[in-house]
């Protein structure tokens, strides 16, 4: 579009036509104040703070709400604004409080800022002022809305972006009152991102209540590493502590929002549980040791079991999804320095001659852009929130939405159709799409295809994904221990290649890309973790695992590490019962925030962070740890002095990729009862385990196994009682046949059936 | 004296459709339904009548009308705003009571004029009865098929559903208005857009008061020159005007524009009890104040009453004798709107909340030196900064109590009891 021009206080400026002259101002630095005005939500033009003088209107106008036209002119600083904006700012501050000393938002609040410019010393308010009482709206916002001046960016954050209205204005006048409608008050998983839009001291972090000021801390900026997303946020510190995380702007990541998960994980890091000496088990008792001892003994330890036997393919290393690029590479390297390729992180798989590879081809900007979307076997809502949102603001635009799940889960947009069925039903559903796609297309049907009927759901679906242009296929992480988990997958790729659709894989989540790209899975003559579970190994490093959280099979895998003939190096960051019962030595290691390192995100955004804070106690980085064992073991190539050696080192490695199952076999039709495990989305790793105030939220708590009541009276449960060690829910929102999982971290059981 | 929207007045069962036709009545409705009448004509003839919009604003409705982007696709609507809620006023309530069928008629001609199939009537939540008595009027026009699909084969679609609101004086202020009919919290939006561009669930509406609607069918089935030669130069035709206060008979009366006050206070009987006349507000409590002498030389017309200092409004006339404390009646007004703001926007959330609070501590003799300083200073402050003209309203009157009763106010201050009563 023709740009036109426009003259601000005396200067020329080009703009877009009908753009809002807020936006022309801040891109030309010229300062208006402004409250209810957020960028990334609609406009309000309710707290009249940012009125300007616009040559030929009668009144001042709002600048968030005028959209500018050729020749105007425009007085940001004449006497018609300033009285107009002064106006404003001393009828937000007579009802404020005023009791900024004692406020949280103190030297970060917005209308403290502005006060200082448009305010007056005295007030000519003599009258009382308003008291709100407050409600509690749960375990992670403060709210104190005596001090609210009712921009409404919280009503709006949550009727936009979080897509559930919790909060709104209740009563008139000045009884006007924000408050959740709900006495559960606000459950978002995104709920904290209302203290950062909050000019003032109404909504604060709860858990960094009457902690410090702003201005103490230091802020590094840094990537969340709970999701596939590697949301930027900044840690703010103090004494090298994490004291509070707020959102880093990044519009190809996270725009501005962070998920919960991402904002409140911190508080983990100074659980009491934290691990902070190096120990070994010596004659079956534990010993707090230096660093030299406790790697010298580990050293000792493989030396005896493995190295000194020439046995060495008697090593299996494993780590959790959340490691690093840099901890992934080295632990790789150090297993195939010594000569073993048992390497693998994909502890929660049932079945692992039983997965395919589907790769992510879209990115997080581009979801917003597709027309239709199919998701398979996904809540994206709480597993990845940051994707979902872009998820919706594409349904919000028109996109329509078909879903493929187990179980009826709360979508914050609208659905074109939800189909609920067990996950050995998925694969036939999907074949009959695939069929019907390629009847479509006039292609002839393979063998597989030839026998299944094409239900009316399937042919919607196809009809659906064949009419769009830009299409996506969303497969999640419920169908990944499905009987046939490898054909659903396998059956996406196909129909999603014939329909010219995108595909975006939330089937393993948080840092399982940089593991793929690292090599961190078994090698052609390695073993993948279910095989070394079964193969009474003599050695095993183990980075960051928790076993009864991380492994499908957690018993087998318990007792596997339990034999007392073989020598187990576990690095942890907090500690842990079962741990201890089965290592010989534990190594304490820096988590989220205290290492530096690289998340790899959906986009293939490799986005590398330095440390924020020091480790606590005697805790290292693990890949310093690694590095040292290293060279204690005389492996070459590990000379490094700082972490970005070894991000250069995996960008230029090969990818190094194991194998995939890529047969479609449409045969499996059990009628067993089909379990799905999923950790709750704030117990998917130890950080989140320790992270008090969100295992208080209701998203902490959720910790139910869903099923039917036919499939209950199956299973011999009932409501009261427990499945697996969680407490059953009788729902027909579950598909027949069909048990869903939330385990959060009151139940300690893998999701082995 | 009542010849438009009053002109059944006198007839039993005024209300009905049968007495609506006997005079007249779906006359010109039917000559649309036959394709006898183009929109153009129709704008023509009511730009020609000099109506204005009778709500308040004075908006000539031709020129409104004419606005609409009638040949754009998708829906249009048409509301009629009967959400009557300004102190004072009382007129529409009578239209819907004795003569609703004119409201029908008037708004099926505006839909069909800016091509809007459907329309709304937003009645004021108080009024039950008038509710009632339009929802009587709707079911006899679709019984008798002028509403609906496809009326009498004519290709003509009007669908018309009457909407009770749920109390609040804002929802008066046409976007609020359409707020609340969309199931919304009642707050005005900001403009622009404008509701002819971005109005009801988004579409193109247009939004008329219901003294204009019930105008129009008159107008254009006598013509807009005879409607115009009712009134006076640049205020055609009749208004109703709501007298009420310290008269004999309170009553609404319709009346040619131009007609003298003192002729209009005739009508309601003269003042009541032999008082004197004190003060006039002409067009309901949100329009300035005016003293007698000045009053009793104004005539009822935009330019008359805008002359003697004021407004026309709504045709509210709120008549005051000698025994009016005017620092409680402006006590009174003030409360009104710290009540009725919808609190959205900055200004009038605050603004009316203080304004009140003072002029109450005022009146309860707390008054000190300065508050008729600050009085002035806070409405001058909300004026002409808020999202819509609530607030404007509520300054109005303030600046107009002091500049013309200022005396009361400092006696009232000085003594912490009222200069009237003592």
């Not at chain 1, 978002?188 to 000021?213: H, Q, W």
Request: hydrophobic fraction near 35%; aromatic fraction near 8%.
């Amino acid at each position: 579009m023709a740009k036109i021009e426009i003259e601000i206080d005396g200067k020329m400026v080009r703009a877009k036509p009908g753009e809002m002259l807020i936006s022309v101002t801040d891109r030309e630095g010229i300062s208006v104040p402004r409250f209810c005005y957020h960028k990334k939500l609609s406009v309000a033009a309710s707290c009249r703070m940012c009125l300007v003088d616009v040559e030929g209107a009668p009144k001042p106008q709002p600048a968030c709400s005028t959209p500018i036209s050729e020749g105007m002119k425009i007085h940001t600083q004449n006497e018609k604004s300033k009285s107009s904006q002064k106006a404003v700012m001393e009828f937000l501050l007579i009802n404020h409080p005023l009791d900024c000393p004692i406020c949280d938002q103190g030297g970060e609040c917005e209308l403290q800022d502005v006060a200082v410019e448009y305010g007056s010393d005295v007030s000519c308010f003599s009258e009382g002022k308003r008291i709100v009482a407050d409600n509690d709206i749960g375990p992670l916002i403060q709210t104190d809305m005596t001090r609210c001046i009712h921009c409404t960016r919280c009503v709006r954050f949550g009727a936009e972006i979080a897509g559930i209205m919790e909060m709104g204005g209740t009563g008139r006048g000045d009884h006007l009152k924000i408050e959740p409608f709900l006495t559960e008050g606000v459950t978002s998983e995104l709920s904290g991102n209302m203290i950062d839009v909050c000019p003032v001291g109404a909504l604060t972090s709860k858990p960094f209540r009457y902690e410090l000021r702003s201005w103490q801390m230091n802020s590094t900026s840094t990537i969340a590493r709970h999701d596939l997303v590697g949301s930027n946020i900044n840690a703010q510190t103090y004494k090298g502590n994490v004291k509070r995380v707020v959102s880093g702007d990044n519009d190809a990541v996270n725009e501005t929002w962070i998920s919960d998960r991402d904002r409140f994980s911190y508080e983990g890091l100074s659980h009491e549980n934290r691990l902070l000496e190096p120990q070994i088990k010596i004659e079956g008792q534990w010993k707090e040791v230096g660093w030299h001892v406790a790697l010298d003994y580990a050293v000792k330890g493989l030396t005896s079991n493995i190295l000194n036997n020439h046995q060495s393919d008697q090593l299996g290393v494993m780590a959790s999804k959340t490691s690093t690029v840099e901890e992934f590479y080295l632990l790789q390297k150090i297993a195939r320095e010594i000569g073993s390729e048992n390497i693998d992180y994909r502890l929660n798989i049932k079945n692992l001659d039983n997965t395919a590879k589907l790769e992510s081809n879209i990115k997080l900007g581009g979801l917003e852009g597709v027309d239709h979307a199919l998701i398979v076997g996904s809540n994206p809502r709480l597993e990845q929130p940051m994707i979902n949102h872009r998820l919706r603001k594409a349904s919000l635009n028109g996109t329509s939405v078909d879903v493929i799940n187990s179980m009826k889960f709360d979508f914050n947009y609208q659905l074109n159709s939800e189909n609920i069925i067990a996950p050995n039903q998925i694969a036939s559903t999907l074949a009959g799409v695939l069929s019907s796609v390629l009847a479509s297309v006039s292609i002839e049907l393979p063998d597989y295809l030839q026998s299944i009927k094409v239900s009316k759901e399937s042919a919607s679906i196809a009809e659906k994904l064949n009419n769009s242009d830009n299409s996506v296929i969303v497969l999640g992480e419920h169908v990944v221990n499905a009987e046939n988990s490898a054909t659903i997958v396998n059956l996406i790729a196909q129909i999603a290649k014939h329909t010219n659709s995108t595909t975006l894989n939330l089937s393993t989540t948080a840092n399982s890309l940089a593991a793929e790209l690292t090599g961190f899975v078994p090698g052609s003559k390695g073993m993948n973790v279910n095989a070394m579970l079964e193969s009474d190994l003599k050695a095993y490093i183990l980075l960051d695992i928790y076993p009864e959280y991380d492994f499908h099979h957690a018993d087998k895998a318990i007792d596997a590490l339990n034999d007392k003939d073989n020598f187990v190096i576990s690095l942890n960051g907090f500690k842990n019962d079962i741990v201890s019962e089965y290592s010989d030595v534990i190594l304490p290691i820096a988590a989220f925030y205290e290492t530096s390192g690289t998340h790899i995100n959906i986009n293939g955004d490799m986005q590398s962070f330095a440390a924020s804070v020091v480790a606590p106690g005697e805790s290292k980085p693990a890949w310093k740890v690694f590095k040292v064992l290293a060279d204690l073991l005389k492996l070459p190539g590990f000379n490094y002095v700082d972490s970005t050696q070894i991000t250069e080192e995996v960008s230029h490695q090969a990818h190094n990729n194991h194998l995939h199952n890529e047969n479609i076999d449409l045969s499996i039709t059990s009628d067993n009862i089909n379990i799905i495990w999923q950790q709750s989305p704030y117990s998917i790793d130890a950080l989140l385990r320790h992270s008090g105030s969100l295992q208080q939220t209701k998203i902490g708590k959720l910790n139910f196994a869903y099923m039917n009541a036919s499939v209950a009276k199956d299973l011999g449960v009932s409501a009261d009682s427990k499945y697996l060690g969680v407490p059953v829910v009788i729902t027909d929102a579950v598909a027949d046949r069909c048990v869903f999982v939330n385990a959060n971290k009151a139940t300690q059981t893998g999701g082995e059936s | 004296m009542n010849e438009v929207c009053f002109k059944n007045l006198d007839k039993k069962d005024s209300w009905s459709l049968a007495v609506y036709e006997a005079s007249g009545g779906y006359s010109v409705w039917r000559k649309i339904l036959r394709g006898e009448l183009t929109p153009e004509q129709i704008i023509d003839e009511l730009k020609a009548s000099g109506l204005r919009g009778r709500g308040g604003a004075g908006f000539p409705t031709g020129l409104k009308w004419s606005f609409m982007p009638r040949n754009s696709a998708g829906q249009k609507y048409v509301v009629c705003n009967s959400d009557e809620g300004e102190p004072g006023t009382c007129k529409d309530r009578d239209i819907l009571r004795y003569n609703p069928h004119a409201v029908i008629e008037g708004m099926a001609i505006g839909g069909f004029v800016m091509n809007a199939t459907t329309g709304y009537n937003y009645i004021r939540g108080e009024f039950i009865e008038p509710f009632n008595r339009f929802e009587g009027a709707l079911k006899e026009a679709y019984a008798a098929g002028l509403l609906g699909e496809n009326i009498s084969d004519s290709g003509v679609d009007f669908n018309l559903y009457a909407h009770l609101g749920a109390g609040a004086y804002v929802c008066g202020e046409e976007t609020a208005l359409l707020e609340s009919i969309e199931g919304k919290k009642g707050q005005p939006r900001f403009k622009p857009p404008f509701p002819a561009n971005v109005g009801l669930y988004g579409k193109p509406t247009t939004i008329n008061n219901t003294e204009s609607f019930a105008s129009v069918a008159d107008i254009l089935s006598k013509g807009g020159k005879w409607f115009a030669d009712l009134g006076v130069e640049n205020s055609g035709g009749c208004k109703l005007f709501s007298v009420s206060g310290h008269v004999k008979n309170p009553a609404n009366f319709e009346v040619s524009m131009g007609t003298p006050f003192k002729d209009l206070l005739e009508m309601a009987g003269g003042m009541r009890d032999g008082a004197k006349l004190k003060a006039v507000i002409p067009g309901g409590s949100s329009t300035p104040v005016l003293t007698a002498d000045v009053a009793m030389a104004m005539t009822m017309d935009y330019d008359g009453i805008e002359k003697a200092g004021s407004m026309l409004g709504a045709g509210s006339v709120i008549v005051m004798d000698e025994s009016t404390c005017m620092v409680e009646t402006l006590t009174r007004l003030a409360h009104f709107y710290y009540d009725e703001s919808c609190g959205q926007c900055t200004p009038c959330r605050e603004g009316t909340g203080w304004l009140y609070r003072a002029l109450k501590r005022i009146t309860d003799g707390n008054g000190k030196d300065g508050d008729i300083e600050l009085l002035l200073n806070v409405q001058d402050k909300i004026m002409g900064n808020t999202i819509c003209a609530l607030g404007d309203a509520a300054a109005m009157p303030v600046e107009s109590f002091l500049r013309n009763f200022r005396e009361e106010f400092e006696y009232y201050i000085e003594h912490g009891k009222s200069m009237v009563k003592g």
